[in-house]
């Protein structure tokens, strides 16, 4: 129990990555906020976890939810250890076909959302808390019709290393956790694959992870837990890349 008395906030964690992640922080004896847009995936994760969690709709992109949120944690449980800021995602466009719209909507999403997730929150984290956010391996591997979403990663690994400065007077550590090929609901919902193209997919890049497998949402979480707790404490400002090896050793096939 790593997590023991701990409040830890994880949004878009309804589903993917988010939902395994609530999960570990819930079994390593943290108290979780689920939030995202929609109540009712919410909902079914803090029943699955019982009563280590609470289910609230807020919008990363909306500053009055996420006020709103954060006063709901101080009224709860007085402050906030935690914060998992995981709500985002992206498809690929090719340069010549991305929008204003694409653009918007990825950065307001990726970028936007964790900063004023992490803004709203501020009166409420703890000092010493530990802030981790969601990047991605995409930020550095200049992946074909990927620009706009690695472009919004990459700002966001940017924040770990400013806010690292901004917050070391309340010893708030900011750290990213960077994905590798995590198959979750997204690969059918964001990137419009068809479970048939998800398994082919898997079954071309596995060869090339020195692990051996694809990673689970769960691979994230624990890495997640890590991040937060005092195993970590003089760790900050990194991103910490969870892909089984992948990009550290890649031999470029997949
Ligand atoms: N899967 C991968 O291979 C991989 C690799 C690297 C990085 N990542 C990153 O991991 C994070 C999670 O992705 P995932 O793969 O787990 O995808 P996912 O299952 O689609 O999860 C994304 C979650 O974000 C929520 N969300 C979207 N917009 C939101 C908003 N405006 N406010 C609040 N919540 C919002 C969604 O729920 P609602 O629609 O209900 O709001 C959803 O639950 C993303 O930041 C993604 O970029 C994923």
Excluded: C
């Excluded at 309804?14 to 847009?37: D, K, P, Q, S």
């Excluded at 391996?137 to 200049?142: K, Q």
């Excluded at 898997?202 to 707790?229: K, M, N, Q």
């Amino acid at each position: 129990m790593q997590l023991e008395g701990k409040i830890a906030l994880v949004t878009g964690a309804g589903t993917g990555i988010g939902r395994g992640t609530a999960r570990r922080l819930a079994e390593e004896g943290a108290f979780v906020y689920v939030t995202g847009r929609n109540l009712e995936p919410l909902e079914k994760v803090a029943a699955d976890i019982g009563g280590r969690a609470r289910a609230v709709r807020a919008d990363v992109t909306n500053k009055a939810d996420m006020d709103q949120l954060a006063e709901l944690i101080r009224q709860e449980h007085g402050g906030l250890d935690t914060i998992f800021a995981n709500a985002g995602g992206g498809h690929p466009i090719s340069l010549e076909q991305i929008t204003t719209e694409d653009f918007d909507r990825q950065f307001g999403v990726n970028v936007k959302g964790v900063l004023f997730t992490v803004q709203a929150m501020l009166p409420v984290l703890r000092d010493g808390s530990s802030i981790i956010i969601n990047t991605s391996i995409t930020a550095d591997m200049g992946l074909k019709d990927f620009s706009l979403y690695a472009a919004t990663k990459a700002a966001v690994r940017s924040f770990t290393k400013s806010w690292t400065t901004d917050l070391k007077h309340r010893r708030i550590r900011v750290n990213g956790v960077s994905p590798g090929v995590i198959p979750t609901d997204a690969y059918t919902t964001e990137l419009g694959m068809t479970e048939t193209q998800v398994q082919e997919y898997v079954d071309l890049v596995t060869p090339e992870v020195p692990a051996g497998r694809v990673g689970t949402a769960e691979d994230i979480g624990d890495a997640v837990i890590f991040l937060a707790s005092d195993a970590s404490s003089y760790i900050t400002g990194i991103d910490l890349v969870v892909d089984g090896g992948m990009t550290a050793v890649y031999a470029g096939k997949a």
